[in-house]
T-cell receptor
Framework: DADVTQTPRNRITKTGKRIMLECSQT?????MYWYRQDPGLGLRLIYYSFDVKDINKGEISDGYSVSRQAQAKFSLSLESAIPNQTALYFCATGTPSKQYFGPGTRLTVT | SQELEQSPQSLIVQEGKNLTINCTSSKTLYGLYWYKQKYGEGLIFLMMLQKGGEEKSHEKITAKLDEKKQQSSLHITASQPSHAGIYLCGADRYSYNTDKLIFGTGTRLQVFP
C-alpha cells in the first residue's frame, strides 16, 4: 500500500462549488503539507501542519482552508472554487529535509 | 520571476548518454533538495545538499552544490529509460530545515532507446 494516499485522483467541478481533497499517510510523521503545481510556476506550498492543533499558512493560502483530523489525515478545502484554482494538488508528509508525496489530485474548475 | 531557475526546461537524450540539469538561485540557500516526479505519481526524494561544495551520489545520479550555495547541478551518467521524468530542485530559503521549501519549475527528461 502507498505511504501517502490522496482522494480523489481526478475531479472536475464548477465555479462556486465547495470541494474537499483528502490525504492520508501511514508513515507516522507529524508534519503534513499541501502543495499545488502549475505549469511554469512549479510547486508552491499552500498549508502545512505540525500536528492536529498546529496549522500554518504557506505561500499561497488565500482561497483555501485545511483541517487536520488526526495525525494521519489532512484535508484541503476550496470553499468556493474558481477557475484559477485548476491545478495538480499534492499532499506530503515527512520532515523538512525529506518529504514523501502522494500521487496528486488533478483538479479542474470550469 | 522564479527564485529557483532550472535549466534546461526540457531535455531529450539517447539512452546511454550523460546529462546535466542545473538549479540556480540569486540568493544563498540553506539547503538544496532534488526530487523526481513521474507522471501519475508524486515526487520522490533523491538527495539533499547543505554544505558548500558538497557532492552526493545515488546509483548513476550525482548532485553537487557550489561553494557559494547558489547553484546545484544534477548529473546522470549513462542515462536509461527509467531516468525519464521531471526533476525538481527545492530549497530552504530562510533557514535550515524549514518547512517552507521553494521549488523550481522542473526539468522534463526524456530518454529514447
Amino acid at each position: 500500500d502507498a505511504d501517502v494516499t490522496q482522494t480523489p485522483r481526478n475531479r472536475i467541478t464548477k465555479t462556486g462549488k465547495r470541494i474537499m481533497l483528502e490525504c492520508s499517510q501511514t508513515k507516522g510523521h507529524d508534519r503534513m503539507y499541501w502543495y499545488r503545481q502549475d505549469p511554469g510556476l512549479g510547486l508552491r506550498l499552500i498549508y502545512y501542519s505540525f500536528d492536529v492543533k498546529d496549522i500554518n499558512k504557506g505561500e499561497i493560502s488565500d482561497g483555501y482552508s485545511v483541517s487536520r483530523q488526526a495525525q494521519a489525515k489532512f484535508s484541503l478545502s476550496l470553499e468556493s472554487a474558481i477557475p484559477n484554482q485548476t491545478a495538480l494538488y499534492f499532499c506530503a508528509t515527512g520532515t523538512p529535509s525529506k518529504q514523501y508525496f502522494g500521487p496528486g489530485t488533478r483538479l479542474t474548475v470550469t | 520571476s522564479q527564485e529557483l531557475e532550472q535549466s534546461p526546461q526540457s531535455l531529450i537524450v539517447q539512452e546511454g548518454k550523460n546529462l546535466t540539469i542545473n538549479c540556480t538561485s540569486s540568493k544563498t540557500l540553506y539547503g538544496l533538495y532534488w526530487y523526481k516526479q513521474k507522471y501519475g505519481e508524486g515526487l520522490i526524494f533523491l538527495m539533499m545538499l547543505q554544505k558548500g561544495g558538497e557532492e552526493k551520489s545515488h546509483e548513476k545520479i550525482t548532485a553537487k552544490l557550489d561553494e557559494k550555495k547558489q547553484q546545484s547541478s544534477l548529473h546522470i551518467t549513462a542515462s536509461q529509460p527509467s531516468h525519464a521524468g521531471i526533476y525538481l530542485c527545492g530549497a530552504d530559503r530562510y533557514s535550515y530545515n524549514t518547512d517552507k521549501l521553494i521549488f523550481g519549475t522542473g526539468t522534463r527528461l526524456q530518454v529514447f532507446p
